[in-house]
């Protein structure tokens, strides 16, 4: 883990909810956050843990996961760059309900979260932008919850990678950054089903994975897993 530090009223990475704060607040920012680096592997934050950072993904790609009794972690959502990290942690005091670790080398902004409480207090234009984005959250997880109760195998795998697809990297061709078991962990199925799902899919050429780039070929088809599967 290495950090470095820029200014965030310069910076053309920052978050689309901070174009609602004004030179002033961005300074407010800057000098409460530190700017960290962190390798594909590493640790960004422990499910216990009490909450002291908002963190922003600048680049790179995180997963948020649930570590399980059962020595198994349940992965919530993954976040590619430009997305804001731990939003429904704002106003509480209660511990991390989650971990956060770095599926990619990734850039992360933690910044005070103290601040961001404050802006959210003084500015309505910022505040509009948080809810917002803390309502496509939680419609997300809406669809999580949808996902993993009412469809079958191949229905889950058709949503994580229609999610990976268009949330994730925006493009039908992507590298496979995910283990198998992660992948697994994100679809809510064992790591041997998941497999299975990919041989089956990649067999009716839904999808193909070569030189560790997932490519799918046929869109419509996978929409129509997710409905019916």
Known sequence: MENSTHNCANC?????????????????????????????GENIAKQGAFV????????????????????SDLILNLFSGGQLIGLPNLFSQA???????AIGDSSICAIDIRVIEELISSNGAFAKSIIHEINHCTHYYFQRILTSSQKQL????????????QNVFKSNE????????????????STMSAVRVIKDLE??????EKSNMLHILNTNKLLQLSKTG
């Open 52 to 71: 002291h950072h908002l963190l922003f993904l600048q680049k790179g790609l995180v997963k948020v996961y649930m570590e399980l009794q059962n020595d």
């Open 203 to 208: 067999a009716n050429k839904i999808i193909a």
């Open 12 to 40: 053309t990475l920052k978050s689309k909810c901070f174009e609602a704060l004004n030179p002033a607040e961005l300074e407010l920012i800057s000098a409460h956050r530190v700017e960290l680096q962190y390798r594909k």
């Open 95 to 101: 511990p991390l309900q989650y971990s956060v670790a």
């Open 174 to 189: 992507f590298p496979m950054l995910l283990s198998r078991k992660e992948l697994a962990e994100f679809a809510g199925m």
């Open 154 to 165: 191949s229905g889950r795998m058709a949503d994580a990678l229609l999610h990976l697809a």
